[in-house]
Nanobody, 118 residues
Framework: VQLQASGGGLVQAGGSMRLSCVVS????????MGWFRQAPGKERELVAQ????????GYADSVRGRFTMSRDIAKNAIHLQMNSLKPEDTAVYYC????????????WGQGTQVTVSS
């Protein structure tokens, strides 16, 4: 199983960026898929997650109203539309999967760098 994240880069403050993550390999049931980020010197934090079957989405307070997460069940993919980006959004963004029957995120993508310049 592989999680391939894409879409990072450099953007000016106030700009937008869209991240994508595709899950490939053997199929399995998922509880949640999530986007995490880790900035230099900081702990990794959950940005947004989606219930794979329910479609219910939760956001961190820091991104609510600016970021929108979505899923494409047919393509086994998730996306993160990031608008009104701020310099403090600069981080490596990771996608991850929590498999059915598990309580933690176990499968991780390689990360994609998002840099927001002021």
């Amino acid at each position: 199983v592989q999680l391939q994240a894409s879409g990072g880069g450099l953007v000016q403050a106030g700009g937008s960026m869209r991240l994508s993550c595709v899950v490939s390999g053997r199929s399995f049931n998922k509880n949640f898929m999530g986007w995490f980020r880790q900035a230099p010197g900081k702990e990794r934090e959950l940005v947004a997650q989606i219930g794979w079957l329910s479609g219910n989405i939760g956001y961190a307070d820091s991104v609510r109203g600016r970021f929108t997460m979505s899923r494409d069940i047919a393509k086994n993919a998730i996306h993160l539309q990031m608008n009104s980006l701020k310099p403090e959004d600069t981080a490596v963004y990771y996608c991850a999967v929590q498999r059915s029957g598990r309580s933690t995120y176990e499968l991780w993508g390689q990360g994609t760098q998002v840099t927001v310049s002021s």
